[in-house]
């Protein structure tokens, strides 16, 4: 009898900016909501459990914009010691936005550098990310 395997890919259809900042959450998403004229607000955390075995908080603000059809989510990546994406140490938050066909990722990270305490702003590449999961939650 012939074995058959079943392999399911998911799709990540956004496009994943890391932000290293001092501003908090609430004040990074004021910036954006001015800058690009959105209406971010904060939802309830999104609880990931750590390695030993606490759940973990994290800061999530979400917009849905009806005008551009498209989600946007400001997630807090740091709290203390632990990752919500464990790959990017270096990112303080994650901005992510629904990408349309053939838009580029880049026109996000230009905008955040122009928020004044705004340290870096990079595209994230979601294929090389192996906690890549943890983006769907925020869906």
């Excluded at 900016?17 to 939802?43: F, M, P, V």
């Excluded at 990752?83 to 140490?89: G, K, V």
Aim: hydrophobic fraction near 35%; charge should be negative.
């Amino acid at each position: 009898m012939a074995k058959f395997t079943l392999e399911i890919e998911d799709e990540y259809p956004y496009s994943v900016t890391g932000i290293n900042t001092s501003l908090k959450g609430y004040r990074l998403a004021w910036n954006l909501n001015r800058l690009l004229d959105i209406h971010l607000e904060r939802q309830e955390p999104i609880e990931l459990v750590n390695k030993q075995k606490d759940r973990v908080p994290y800061s999530c603000f979400t917009c849905f914009d009806e005008e551009r059809n498209r989600k946007f989510r400001l997630i807090e990546n740091r709290i203390g010691g632990n990752l919500f994406i464990p790959e990017q140490q270096r990112s303080d938050f994650l901005f992510v936005v629904d990408l349309e066909e053939g838009e580029s990722a880049n026109e996000w990270v230009t905008v955040l550098r122009s928020i004044k305490g705004v340290s870096m702003a990079f595209d994230i590449e979601i294929d090389t990310l192996k906690s890549k999961q943890n983006l769907l939650l925020t869906t």
